[in-house]
Nanobody, 124 residues
Framework: QVQLVESGGGLVQAGGSLRLSCAAS????????MGWFRRAPGKEREFVAA????????YYADSVKGRFTISRENDKNTGYLEMNSLKPEDTGVYYC?????????????????WGQGTQVTVSS
């Protein structure tokens, strides 16, 4: 089993920045596509960003493109999501996920392991 632990969430003002981290253990991190998803209150979980094993390809939801940057450091077994120019609509619980199937970076169904989530709240 792969364990994922998110950190770095918190309260930030609109226009501010936040960097989330995802620490992985129990597997070879570089074998997995890493993704970030979020769930706003009362809404379904939605795709945010994903990155391939070597960082060669990245994927972003239209709503965050140009503002968020996904990255990974395989030697540290850690992934990151840097969030800039945050908006109140970015508020939600953010989840890190690892995908060994490597079928659909944007699809939550494709991911095998999930972290517990970290709360991000953006005030106006």
């Amino acid at each position: 089993q792969v364990q994922l632990v998110e950190s770095g969430g918190g309260l930030v003002q609109a226009g501010g920045s936040l960097r989330l981290s995802c620490a992985a253990s129990g597997g070879t991190f570089s074998n997995y596509v890493m993704g970030w998803f979020r769930r706003a209150p009362g809404k379904e979980r939605e795709f945010v960003a994903a990155i391939t094993w070597n960082g060669g390809y990245t994927y972003y939801a239209d709503s965050v493109k140009g503002r968020f940057t996904i990255s990974r450091e395989n030697d540290k077994n850690t992934g990151y999501l840097e969030m800039n120019s945050l908006k109140p609509e970015d508020t939600g619980v953010y989840y890190c996920a690892a995908d060994l199937k490597r079928q659909s970076p944007r699809g939550s169904w494709s991911y095998d392991y999930w972290g517990q989530g970290t709360q991000v709240t953006v005030s106006s």
